[in-house]
């Protein structure tokens, strides 16, 4: 690959490695009023700007005559925010500069130090490493810096969002004022201007992001569901999709552990990031779907930056990002390197017009879509199983004699059928979902208001909001102490510290009678229970009368919030096996007191406690 500014060497590199032509942002790195500068590049995740970095400072490493330039210690130092990214640099830098004989260290967290410090002793041409572990090397005197001739930060805004302004300060101090200054970031926010301003001379800006702000390679789509129907929106989009790999998004550990152990119930191979994961257990996570031992992947955004995965095709918002920025961030993990791949938010329906805002600000194009239905899935599963069928395969003799033994007991039908059978048994099933449609608000709504709760009696239960009352662990508790099920429970009525619930008249004694049997258990048993004189309604009306506060005396009903379980067959019996901090739940904190602890967790807008929603 003959390209002006380019040495020979390296474009012999690219070559082998399969390139026919640079990227935009490689390209500009090369231009000549690039050559020498300081330089501010704005480039998309997935753009080529690890090769496109190495190759800017090959004027700083390598002399006219493609030889190694001499000094007494390393000539370039790239800094990155995570392990994952800084291991994934080494190694392009490696190939890259292979055959010129440059050595490359690498330094980060969890990594032997000692070893580090006897391949900095070596004095490597590049040292690459995160600001932590930089960072320590440079203060316990590891790390000589005065040849440097160039640093790169990779991912700056990220580094700075990370809270690693500190170590990049004291790091950039103790190089020479005459080095070179790369800032490579997908975003370019305020902090990164200052850092450019103190720390940079004459940059030049270079931007690659194009009007389109959005990733080229990348499909977009809007889902829209109905709150409480999110997570079975992940399952029937896993399903449907099929991807080779996949990642899940989440935006605190709490749920990342949640629906890693939700898809694990349901068959899925799945793997979890996050940051209560230690750094073996990264490994492990990131090795498994490297192997396609695991297909999908949860994960917070902080995890997942500097992760590439070459086979990842799908990204699921399950919650929705922050801002246009990490939007961008977490879906530009897939459609890299010219592969195509597809990004999905999941917008409950009362969220909608703020994503519409975020995705206008991003200038994404997505289409909005209802979730697919299981007989989407269920004729997807046929053509990829026709297909896989179909294939071209070779067999041996064991397996012809295993299938000639067959033919003489079962028809060919029977044997296909059989086949087809064992297919759809190891394949995670589909979930009914409700459409996240404005119509489909009103069926929620009406299905919420269910027959057979004409004729109803009211109890009342000593917990509300303010003990942070939720259905998804109101729900088993009143199964298990009223000896009933889910479908035999009414609307229930939550408001700050009491909760009214509806229980058929025809079962009532027998709801009541159980009640008192399982009082003063283990099992939720110290929580109070009993029949309520009126029901939320008309204890409201008579104190707005009197102009007294609502039924728990602590605010007016209009802060009360109504649920309805559905019926067993219109979704998922989830709530059944109890929150994981409910009284009486294996997960919980001890013997219930009557309020329970911890916060509910789950993926609903109003989740969180006073209706905050998750954080």
Same mark, same amino acid.
């Given at each position: 690959m003959?390209?002006?500014n380019? !040495?020979?060497?390296?474009?012999?590199?690219?070559?082998?490695?399969?390139?026919?032509?640079?990227?935009?942002?490689q390209a500009a790195?090369?231009?000549?009023?690039?050559?020498?500068?300081?330089?501010?590049?704005?480039?998309?995740t997935?753009?080529g700007?690890?090769?496109?970095f190495?190759?800017?400072?090959s004027?700083?490493?390598?002399? =006219?005559?493609?030889?190694?330039?001499?000094?007494?210690?390393?000539?370039?130092?790239?800094?990155?925010?995570?392990r994952e990214l800084?291991?994934?640099?080494?190694?392009?830098?490696?190939?890259?500069?292979? *055959?010129a $004989?440059?050595?490359?260290?690498?330094?980060? $967290?969890?990594?032997?130090?000692? *070893?580090?410090?006897r391949?900095?002793?070596d004095?490597?041409?590049?040292?690459?490493?995160t600001?932590?572990r930089?960072r320590?090397h440079?203060e316990?005197?590891?790390?000589e810096?005065?040849?440097?001739?160039?640093?790169?930060?990779?991912e700056a805004?990220e580094?700075?969002?990370?809270?690693?302004?500190?170590?990049?300060?004291?790091?950039?101090d103790?190089t020479?004022?005459?080095?070179?200054?790369?800032?490579?970031s997908?975003?370019?926010p305020a902090q990164?201007?200052?850092?450019?301003q103190?720390?940079?001379?004459?940059?030049?800006?270079?931007?690659?992001?194009?009007?389109?702000?959005?990733?080229g390679?990348?499909?977009?789509?809007?889902?829209?569901?109905?709150?409480?129907?999110?997570?079975?929106?992940?399952?029937?989009?896993?399903?449907?999709?099929?991807?080779?790999?996949?990642?899940?998004?989440?935006?605190?550990r709490?749920?990342?552990?949640?629906?890693?152990?939700?898809?694990q119930?349901?068959?899925?191979?799945?793997?979890?990031?996050?940051?209560?994961?230690?750094?073996?257990?990264?490994?492990?996570?990131?090795?498994a779907?490297?192997?396609?031992?695991?297909?999908?992947?949860?994960?917070?955004?902080?995890?997942?930056?500097?992760?590439?995965? =070459?086979?990842l095709?799908?990204?699921?918002?399950?919650?929705?990002?922050?801002d246009?920025e990490?939007?961008?961030?977490?879906?530009g993990?897939?459609?890299r390197?010219?592969?195509?791949?597809?990004?999905?938010?999941i917008?409950?329906?009362?969220?909608?017009?703020?994503?519409?805002g975020?995705?206008?600000?991003?200038?994404?194009?997505?289409?909005?879509?209802?979730?697919?239905?299981a007989?989407?899935?269920?004729? /997807?599963?046929?053509?990829r199983?026709?297909?896989?069928?179909?294939?071209?395969?070779?067999?041996?003799d064991?397996?012809?004699?295993?299938a000639?033994r067959?033919?003489?007991?079962?028809?060919?039908?029977?044997?296909?059928?059989?086949?087809?059978r064992?297919?759809?048994?190891?394949?995670?099933q589909?979930?009914?979902?409700?459409?996240?449609?404005p119509?489909?608000?009103?069926a929620?709504?009406?299905?919420?208001h269910?027959?057979g709760?004409?004729?109803?009696?009211?109890?009342?239960?000593?917990?509300?909001?303010r003990?942070?009352?939720?259905?998804?662990w109101?729900?088993?508790?009143?199964?298990?102490?009223?000896?009933?099920?889910?479908?035999?429970?009414?609307?229930?009525?939550?408001?700050?510290?009491?909760?009214?619930?509806?229980?058929?008249?025809?079962?009532?004694?027998?709801?009541m009678?159980?009640?008192?049997?399982?009082?003063?258990?283990?099992?939720? +048993?110290?929580v109070l229970i009993e029949?309520?004189p009126?029901?939320?309604?008309?204890?409201?009306?008579?104190?707005?009368?009197? $102009?007294?506060?609502? =039924?728990?005396?602590?605010g007016?009903?209009?802060?009360?919030?109504t649920?309805a379980?559905?019926?067993? +067959?219109a979704?998922?019996?989830?709530?059944? *096996?109890g929150?994981?901090?409910? !009284?009486?739940? =294996? $997960?919980?904190?001890?013997?219930?007191?009557?309020k329970p602890s911890g *916060?509910?967790?789950?993926?609903?807008?109003?989740?969180?406690?006073k /209706?905050?929603?998750?954080?």
């Amino acid at each position: 690959m003959q390209i002006p500014n380019l !040495p020979t060497i390296l474009g012999e590199a690219l070559t082998a490695r399969g390139y026919e032509s640079l990227t935009p942002v490689q390209a500009a790195v090369l231009e000549d009023n690039a050559i020498g500068r300081d330089l501010i590049v704005s480039a998309q995740t997935g753009s080529g700007k690890t090769v496109a970095f190495g190759i800017a400072i090959s004027d700083d490493l390598l002399g =006219p005559d493609h030889a190694i330039t001499a000094a007494a210690g390393p000539l370039a130092l790239i800094i990155a925010p995570t392990r994952e990214l800084a291991l994934q640099v080494s190694r392009e830098l490696m190939w890259l500069y292979g *055959k010129a $004989g440059v050595r490359v260290a690498t330094c980060v $967290g969890g990594m032997d130090p000692s *070893k580090e410090r006897r391949a900095l002793r070596d004095t490597p041409q590049i040292v690459v490493g995160t600001p932590g572990r930089l960072r320590d090397h440079l203060e316990r005197g590891s790390l000589e810096l005065g040849a440097l001739r160039a640093v790169v930060l990779d991912e700056a805004d990220e580094m700075l969002d990370m809270g690693f302004r500190e170590d990049l300060e004291e790091l950039l101090d103790a190089t020479p004022e005459t080095r070179r200054t790369l800032l490579f970031s997908a975003t370019m926010p305020a902090q990164i201007t200052r850092l450019a301003q103190r720390y940079q001379r004459d940059a030049l800006r270079i931007s690659t992001m194009g009007a389109e702000r959005g990733h080229g390679d990348i499909t977009y789509q809007a889902v829209t569901v109905s709150p409480s129907e999110i997570e079975h929106a992940v399952v029937n989009l896993l399903r449907f999709h099929e991807a080779e790999t996949a990642m899940l998004f989440c935006a605190t550990r709490e749920n990342v552990r949640r629906l890693h152990a939700i898809l694990q119930e349901r068959g899925f191979a799945v793997v979890a990031l996050s940051g209560e994961h230690s750094q073996s257990e990264r490994n492990h996570a990131l090795q498994a779907l490297r192997d396609r031992r695991a297909r999908v992947c949860v994960a917070t955004d902080v995890a997942a930056r500097g992760i590439d995965l =070459p086979t990842l095709s799908l990204v699921i918002h399950v919650e929705i990002p922050r801002d246009a920025e990490a939007l961008q961030h977490r879906s530009g993990r897939t459609g890299r390197a010219g592969k195509k791949g597809t990004a999905v938010l999941i917008v409950p329906y009362p969220r909608r017009r703020r994503v519409e805002g975020m995705l206008r600000g991003a200038r994404i194009n997505a289409a909005w879509i209802e979730a697919p239905n299981a007989e989407d899935i269920r004729q /997807g599963d046929r053509q990829r199983l026709i297909d896989a069928l179909l294939q071209p395969a070779e067999f041996d003799d064991e397996d012809r004699a295993i299938a000639a033994r067959l033919m003489t007991e079962r028809s060919a039908e029977d044997i296909a059928a059989a086949l087809v059978r064992a297919h759809r048994k190891a394949l995670p099933q589909a979930e009914e979902l409700l459409a996240g449609s404005p119509e489909a608000r009103q069926a929620d709504h009406q299905q919420r208001h269910r027959g057979g709760f004409e004729d109803v009696v009211w109890f009342h239960m000593d917990l509300g909001r303010r003990q942070n009352a939720d259905p998804r662990w109101i729900l088993p508790l009143l199964c298990r102490r009223g000896h009933i099920t889910r479908n035999e429970i009414g609307a229930i009525r939550i408001s700050a510290n009491e909760t009214h619930f509806q229980i058929p008249r025809a079962i009532a004694q027998k709801f009541m009678a159980a009640v008192a049997r399982t009082a003063g258990t283990e099992d939720g +048993g110290d929580v109070l229970i009993e029949q309520a004189p009126d029901s939320p309604r008309e204890v409201a009306r008579i104190n707005r009368k009197q $102009g007294r506060a609502g =039924p728990d005396g602590q605010g007016p009903t209009q802060g009360e919030r109504t649920y309805a379980p559905r019926p067993t +067959g219109a979704r998922r019996d989830g709530p059944a *096996k109890g929150h994981p901090k409910a !009284p009486g739940h =294996p $997960g919980g904190r001890g013997k219930p007191s009557g309020k329970p602890s911890g *916060k509910p967790s789950g993926f609903a807008k109003k989740g969180g406690p006073k /209706g905050k929603g998750p954080r």
